[in-house]
């Protein structure tokens, strides 16, 4: 496995998953329960808390999966592999031996350890075990997708797509391999699926953009990127298209108007992030020239 994995696999984008994998998105008006409390403090490096919070879910109900799959993880951010494989194998015993989200999960252990052969070894397994099962197939090819491992990712997705998966992320991430292999047919293909599953997804728009423009096809990518703005006016990059797009197809006026919303909103995301970072007006360090 090269460098660029472990510059790109990270602990918090599995525990970002955990938070969908557990329904733990709340309203802001109403009390996080308790699943949500325990993401929380691992998000925070308070993992023995949550581990208490997860193990007090399970004293009161043992049947609660998606508390055990959150704890395996927060167990695995802290590097107690044993305490994870044993929740893994309570899992195992709960859901059979021929479900794949246990062997998923201990995918998912060994990947927050930074055990990443180990990991795809796991979510392959899954794969074995479930042969009619789009999720282990799935799951190794979008984690292999992540760490920038193109040549692992594509036959896992190919063959999650077999098995009937059938999502805009999925479809998106094989669009993404198919343009790198230089098939652009095949990623219009993945991409159309996509939008054919969820016509908000305009990553796929962005996707379909993105090929008409290696072909020099400025009108079909005005199209793909007035699509996106639609959904998303403030995002600069699709402004940026869509002057390229209109500049190619010598709309000069309306090319100069495109780049000009694109530089407005990325002076605003710009503000936006240096009020993060200094919120109060006027509190800025005395500079010392040297």
């Known amino acids: 496995m090269n460098a660029r994995v472990r510059a790109i696999a990270g602990k918090g984008t599995l525990l970002a998953a955990a938070l969908a994998m557990c329904g733990l998105v709340a309203c802001k008006t109403s009390a996080p329960t308790a699943l949500q409390r325990?993401?929380?403090l691992a998000h925070e490096h308070r993992e023995a808390e949550a581990i208490r919070i997860l193990r007090g879910e399970l004293a009161r109900d043992p049947n609660d999966v998606k508390a055990r799959r959150l704890l395996v993880r927060v167990f695995a951010l802290t590097g107690d592999l044993g305490a994870a494989q044993r929740e893994v194998e309570v899992l195992a015993r709960q859901l059979?031996?021929?479900?794949?989200?246990?062997?998923?999960?201990?995918?998912?252990?060994?990947?927050l350890a930074h055990?990443?052969?180990k990991a795809l070894e796991m979510y392959d397994y899954a794969s074995?075990?479930?042969?009619?099962?789009a999720r282990g197939p799935r799951e190794g090819g979008m984690r292999a997708a992540h760490w920038g491992e193109i040549e692992w990712a594509r036959p896992r997705l190919e063959e999650a797509v077999r098995r009937g998966a059938n999502d805009a992320v999925v479809w998106h991430?094989?669009?993404?391999?198919r343009v790198h292999a230089g098939e652009l047919d095949g990623a219009i293909t993945a991409?159309?699926?996509?939008?054919?599953v969820d016509p908000r997804a305009t990553e796929c728009h962005l996707g379909l953009a993105t090929v008409a423009a290696l072909r020099g096809d400025a009108a079909s990518a005005l199209t793909e990127y007035d699509a996106i703005v639609a959904a998303r006016p403030r995002f600069s990059a699709a402004h940026l298209g869509r002057a390229w797009a209109l500049e190619r197809l010598g709309r000069q006026p309306e090319a100069n108007e495109a780049r000009a919303t694109a530089e407005k909103w990325?002076?605003?995301?710009?503000?936006?992030?240096?009020?993060q970072r200094d919120p109060t007006p006027g509190a800025h360090p005395t500079r010392v020239s040297r």
Do not use: C, F, M, N
Not at 128 to 133: F, L, M, V, Y
Not at 173 to 177: P, S, T
Not at 269 to 274: I, L, N, S
């Open 38 to 40: 325990a993401t929380s």
């Open 266 to 275: 990325e002076g605003d995301v710009r503000a936006k992030e240096q009020k």
């Open 128 to 133: 074995e075990i479930a042969p009619a099962d």
């Open 96 to 111: 059979g031996s021929q479900d794949p989200l246990p062997s998923i999960e201990l995918g998912h252990a060994y990947e």
């Open 115 to 117: 055990e990443y052969e």
């Open 191 to 196: 991409y159309r699926a996509g939008l054919a």
């Open 173 to 177: 991430a094989l669009g993404l391999l």
